[in-house]
């Protein structure tokens, strides 16, 4: 596959500095206010919280490094300077980080397009800058008519049903050492020598900056209730530890075949149907599409999946995993899944900056799925790392389209990536006001930041001929940190709730999580025990007060980024500006 047409070039030196100033700003401090919930929970580092100068002036110095002596060796030493002069991070972190974004500097700085003026604000915001770089471009869809609007329809009394098992964000970290330090300066904790006189990082895991050891894994996969067996897994990625400043391609491959086992040695015969996520890849976030080839492409890392996944996945799908990281296949008879590659929708993916436009042609692709399926008669589930709502704009709004046009084939998204237990609603195009589909963004496994382990079972109708294969309920399970390290303890992962029963849904259609998103809005007990379960039952001690609770209804609106509308009809009302800023600084990865 041809790269695109290269769009004319601006301003190469900032170009070649943005990867770096992305290494440099996911080290910086947060620069949110402490009093506000919504960002106490947020981590003490990443670029999307650093101070608008400290962005201008870290790009500017870059820009002038790169225009005095344009070698990758002249922009690192500056880098490295200046995030230790603006102490975003140890000296050593600083090193390793920009060493690290070094390899793809290159290829940013002869294709991407981007201006001085518009780094900033891609990075940070309208508060900071414009930028406009990524133009809006639209798929395709078949001729043939939309089928009529059929609203879903609970199954029949005595009707199958099957538990499908959620993994996400699992986050193993092979250096987690019980009693090392759980508060650190870096962007990672719990690792290195046991604390003199202090207890230091728990054995089962540990709040704070903290990944999770593999025993704490396996004993997950262990303790799954053999009275209910599950019928198929959906994994959706982000396997290695968030110590992202240090990581190479042999540490990504190891984590990635360390963790499949394990499940493979669990789960036995039950199929696994995993997707990509944005940590698998490194340096973190990069995912060049498939134009780029050698060293830099992404190869090794599909390569390695396919590899690691074929006990799982039938020739076609490893065929397209190995292009682009996304596949599909039949779940069983009348269930088609497809796995997308969210990395291509990141705006922390610096190799989109060349071209945005559909990277890997997946999206249409997508569309070719959904046609093929829905002429068969099959339901599809759709499953991600990144939830759509978190996605650049273009995309977002092609994807929202697309749930649209198919809303009656497809049956269940989702998604995790935020590491907290939440959803992002769909409503028709024309109104904005018709739930047409839901997606479900599950917690993660790992603690990071300040979290219980978890996980989740979708309740889905079963394999029998007319099923809806739709969500009819999901159950969530946690690992109480607590209770797991206190002294003699016997570790058990338990259910933490039952989305029907605690939430008084009818019903787990779309139009029920709409009604419950209503309720939310004048019932704030049922809010703030929302509020709770978001964060797996270890929420920030500070309750989440009105500006806090707009920004999250706005969120569970917004199944497509950058809409204002979405949000208008809902209460408290907080201007989308100040929303947008809130967002930003919640988002964990």
């Known amino acids: 596959m041809a790269a695109p047409a290269r769009p004319r070039l601006r301003c190469r030196a900032l170009v070649a500095a943005l990867p770096l100033a992305l290494a440099l700003l996911a080290l910086s ?21 650093v101070s608008c100068p400290v962005c201008r002036a870290l790009f500017g110095a870059l820009d002038v490094a790169l ?7 002249r922009v690192g030493r500056v880098a490295s300077r200046l995030c230790q002069d603006l102490r975003l991070a140890r000296a050593e972190v600083c090193r390793e980080a920009v060493q690290l974004f070094q390899r793809d500097v290159v290829s940013a700085w002869a294709r991407s397009v981007l ?22 471009w639209n798929v395709s869809f078949p001729d043939t008519p939309k089928p009529p609007v059929r609203p879903p329809e609970p199954p029949a009394p005595g009707a199958p049903s099957a538990r499908i098992l959620f993994l996400t964000d699992l986050h193993w970290d092979r250096l987690y050492a019980p009693g090392s330090a759980a508060a650190c300066p870096d962007p990672l904790c719990c690792r290195g020598a046991a604390t003199p006189g202090a207890p230091g990082a728990g054995f089962w895991g540990e709040y704070g900056k903290c990944d999770l050891p593999l025993h704490t894994i396996e004993l997950l996969l262990e303790q799954l209730p053999a009275a209910a ?11 290695p530890a968030h110590d992202v400043w240090q990581q190479s391609r042999r540490d990504q491959v190891r984590a990635l075949s360390t963790v499949t086992a394990a499940l493979r040695r669990r789960l036995g015969t039950v199929p696994v149907f995993p997707a990509v996520g944005n940590h698998e890849a490194t340096p973190v976030n990069a995912f060049p599409p498939p134009y780029v080839r ?7 890392l599909y390569d390695a999946m396919a590899r690691e996944w074929q006990q799982w996945l039938s020739p076609d799908a490893l065929r397209t995993l190995r292009a682009g990281g996304f596949y599909t296949a039949q779940v069983w008879p009348g269930l088609r899944l497809v796995s997308l590659n969210m990395n291509f929708c990141s705006q922390a993916n610096f190799w989109l900056l060349i ?31 990144i939830p759509p709502g978190h996605c650049l704009r273009s995309w977002s709004w092609n994807y929202y389209r697309i749930i649209s046009r198919f809303e009656g084939t497809i049956a269940g998204q989702f998604f995790g990536h935020t590491h907290v237990d939440e959803f992002e609603m769909f409503y028709d195009e024309e109104t904005l006001t018709r739930p047409v589909s839901i997606a479900f963004i599950a917690p993660s496994v790992t603690t990071y930041i300040n979290l219980n382990p978890g996980y989740r079972v979708y309740v889905v109708d079963g394999s029998y001929p007319g099923s809806s294969h739709a969500v009819l309920d999901h159950e969530t399970f946690i690992l109480n940190l607590t209770e797991a390290n206190a002294p003699g303890a016997v570790p058990r992962w338990q259910l933490l709730y039952r989305a029907r029963e605690t939430y008084g849904l009818p019903n787990a259609f779309p139009a ?16 703030q025990r929302f509020w709770f379960l978001l964060h797996k039952g270890h929420p920030p001690r500070a309750p989440c007060g009105a500006g806090c609770k707009a920004a999250l209804l706005c969120a569970l609106r917004s199944g497509r980024s950058d809409d204002p509308g979405l949000c208008r009809p809902l209460r408290p009302t907080l201007p989308f500006a100040r929303i947008q800023q809130l967002w930003r600084q919640r988002r964990l990865c």
Not at 294 to 300: C, E, K, V, Y
Not at 365 to 380: I, Y
């Open 229 to 239: 067996p599950v019928a198929a897994v959906y994994w959706t990625g982000d396997i």
């Open 29 to 49: 401090p947060v620069s949110a206010r402490p009093q506000d919930p919504l960002l106490a929970v947020a981590p003490r580092w990443g670029w999307r919280n």
């Open 67 to 73: 225009q005095l002596e344009p070698t990758v060796s």
């Open 355 to 385: 071209n945005a436009t559909d990277p890997a042609g997946q999206l249409q692709w997508l569309v070719g799925v959904l046609a093929d399926a829905e002429r068969a008669g099959d339901k599809v589930h759709i499953i991600g790392h």
């Open 294 to 300: 050698g060293n830099q492409s992404a190869a090794w």
């Open 115 to 136: 201006r001085p003026a518009e780094a900033c604000g891609l990075l940070l915001g309208p508060r900071c800058g414009h930028w406009d770089i990524l133009g809006d």
């Open 512 to 527: 029920d999580w709409d009604r419950l998103l209503r309720r939310f809005q004048d019932d704030e007990r049922l809010f």
